[in-house]
């Protein structure tokens, strides 16, 4: 099946650096979606993107619709202790409306 | 507070057993899913439904039924538990099925089964 790679697949940065991670399919989306999840917590929508080339803003993160519609990246600047958790992508699969496929997650440590 | 509500929060079960996992949403939404989640693997959803009285595979059905009676409720049963079901179990939501506005996940159901 259709398959989102998601890098680096874990990360430890500084307090106060940026952090910078993508999503990356074979496939073309339609729509592409990034989440949070917290430990012992279902995952949270921070950034939702609709349209090629599209670069949306949410407070201190960033997130780009690929050109190609086969990737997404999502920045965060000036990172901070309460940023630690895992991020997932998810693209809307063209094959399904209702279908979102999931990466397999990044996770964030930050040291303080 | 409005949101999708899981219960239970935890669950032991043995090997054969059968069981539910209810999912409630008080947002009036029309779509909802169900996703199990394990390690290394992302999210992959189980089923989905658009709507009351209809439901849909999803990427790993086996093994689950679901029924969509009203649109507050979307339980998952488990048939015949087996170990390869352990895992965390999300339920969302959202107002479409396109997820315009993204979903809204439950804390989930953390399922073992020995």
């Known amino acids: 099946g259709q398959q989102l790679n998601q890098s680096p697949q874990s990360m430890f940065i500084q307090e106060g650096e940026d952090v910078s991670m993508n999503c990356t399919s074979s496939?073309?989306?339609?729509?592409w979606l990034w989440y949070k999840q917290d430990p012992g917590e279902g995952p949270v929508l921070l950034i939702a993107l609709y349209k090629a080339g599209e670069l949306t803003s949410n407070g201190r993160l960033t997130a780009q619709f690929g050109i190609t519609r086969k990737d997404s990246f999502l920045n965060i600047s000036a990172s901070i202790p309460s940023d630690v958790g895992i991020y997932f992508c998810a693209g809307q699969s063209p094959s399904g409306t209702y279908k979102y496929i999931f990466g397999t997650g990044t996770r964030l440590k930050v040291l303080a | 507070n409005a949101g999708v509500t899981q219960t239970p929060k935890f669950q032991v079960l043995k090997t054969g057993q059968s069981m539910t996992l209810q999912c409630a949403q008080d947002?009036?939404?029309?779509?909802m899913s169900w996703y199990r989640q394990d390690p290394g693997m992302g999210l992959r959803l189980i089923h989905y439904?658009?709507?009351?009285?209809?439901?849909d595979q999803g990427e790993v059905p086996n093994g689950y039924n679901v029924s969509r009676s009203t649109t507050e409720d979307f339980p998952l049963r488990l048939l015949s538990a087996a170990p390869s079901q352990t895992s965390v179990y999300f339920c969302?939501?959202?107002?479409?099925?396109?997820?315009?506005?993204?979903?809204?996940f439950g804390s989930g159901t953390r399922l073992t089964v020995v």
């Open positions: 496939s073309i989306f339609n729509t």
């Open positions: 969302a939501s959202s107002y479409s099925g396109s997820g315009h506005g993204g979903y809204t």
């Open positions: 439904s658009v709507g009351a009285g209809i439901t």
């Open positions: 947002m009036n939404h029309e779509y």
